[in-house]
C-alpha cells in the first residue's frame, strides 16, 4: 500500500485533498490541512516536509509549486531514494509530477490523478515528453533495483541522442524490444539485468538487478539478528549475489516468531512467510537431507525447502550452508525479462 501524506494551504485546497484521496483507495493517505485543522497551527512546515520524505511513497501539495519546492529541497537525497511528489494547484486543474518521476512513480500517479479528476497532467522529464524508452520505469515495472543510479543518465542520455544502447540479460528476454535497444549489441552505454553488479558488457554499463531471491532460512533459538545478517551476507557474497535481490525470506512455522529472524527481516524490509513441515515435505527438488532436522522439525530441510516454497516452487541457486547455528539457502522462480 502507498503510504500519502497530502498538504494544503486553504480551505479549496483541503477539500481538493479529500478528492485526492478518494482517487488514491490503495493509498493510506493522510492530510494535513495547515489552515483548517487548529492542530497545525503554529507548526512548522519544513519540519513536515523533513519527515515525510524519509517515511512517504507519495507527497502531494495543493498549493503553489515554489512552496513545494522550498520545504523539500533541503531533504533530497537523490533519485534512488526520494519518494515521489506531486503539486496540484488548488482549483485542480494541473497536477505536476516535481519529484521521482520514474523510479518513484511520480509521473504515472500524476496522471492517474489526472485522469481521475478531470486535470491536466504536468510531466517534464525528457523521455517520456519525447516517448523513448524510460529504464528506470521500466525496471520498476520489471520488479527490478537500480543499482547504480548515477548510470541511467548515460542510458537515456544515449537513446536522446538516438544511440543505441545494449542489452545484456542473464535470464530469458520475451517481447519486442524498445526502439534503439540492441540485445547483445556493441554500444557505448547499456544495461544489464542480473546479479552479477561487477560486469561491464559496456563502457557505461547500468546495472538492474532483478528483486525475486527467496531467501530460506533456519537457525538455533535465540540466535541474534547480528549472527543471523554476517551468516546471510556472507552466503550472498559467495554466491554472487547482492542483497538487492532479495525479495523475501522463509522458514517454518515453528520460527513464526524467532525475534532473531524477525529483527532481521525488518531491518532489510523483507517480508518473512512461514511454511509448517507438510507444505515443506511436499516441495518438489532435491534437497540436503538431515536426519537431525527431520527428528526435531518434521522434515528433512529447512531452509532449501522453504526458499524453494518462497520462490513458487522455482530452483535453487545455493543449497544449504551452515554456520554459527544459521543455515541458508536462495532459490529463485522461473523469471524472465519481458517488453
Known sequence: MIRAKLVSFTGRGAALAERV???????????????????????????????AMVDCDLIVFIGATG????????????????????????????????????????????????????????????TDGRGVFAVDTWAKAQGCVVYDTPGIKFVSGALLRNDPVGLASDFPVDGVLPALVRLNGACEAGFTVGFDVTAQP??????????????????????????IERVVFETLRAAGVPMEGVRVAASIDRKADEAGLL??????????????????????????????????VGVDNVCERAAVCAADGGRLICRKTARDGVTVALAIPDWRVRF
Not at 493517505?29 to 497545525?40: F, G, N, Q
Not at 485542480?92 to 478531470?118: D, M, P, Q, T, Y
Not at 554499463?205 to 540466535?223: A, D, E, K, Q
Open 202 to 227: 559496456f563502457p557505461h554499463t547500468l546495472h538492474l538487478v532483478p528483486r525475486i531471491v527467496s531467501l530460506g532460512l533456519g537457525c538455533r533459538r535465540g540466535t541474534t539478528r547480528e549472527t
Open 67 to 126: 512552496i513545494a519546492v522550498r520545504a523539500i529541497a533541503p531533504y533530497l537525497a537523490g533519485k534512488a531514494f526520494d519518494p515521489a511528489v506531486l503539486v496540484l494547484d488548488e482549483n485542480g486543474k494541473f497536477v505536476i509530477s516535481l519529484i521521482s518521476g520514474h523510479l518513484g512513480g511520480a509521473n504515472a500517479l500524476a496522471e492517474r490523478l489526472a485522469g481521475a479528476l478531470g486535470a491536466q497532467p504536468v510531466i517534464t522529464t525528457a
Open 263 to 296: 529483527a532481521f527481516c525488518a531491518a532489510h524490509g523483507l517480508e518473512f512467510v512461514t511454511y509448517p513441515a507438510q507444505t515443506l515435505e511436499a516441495a518438489a527438488g532435491d534437497f540436503t537431507p538431515s536426519a537431525f532436522v527431520q527428528k526435531t
Open 21 to 51: 484521496a478518494a482517487a488514491l483507495p490503495d493509498a493510506r493517505c493522510e492530510r494535513y490541512a495547515r489552515t483548517v485543522d487548529p492542530s497545525l497551527h503554529g507548526t512548522r512546515l519544513s519540519r513536515f516536509a523533513q519527515q
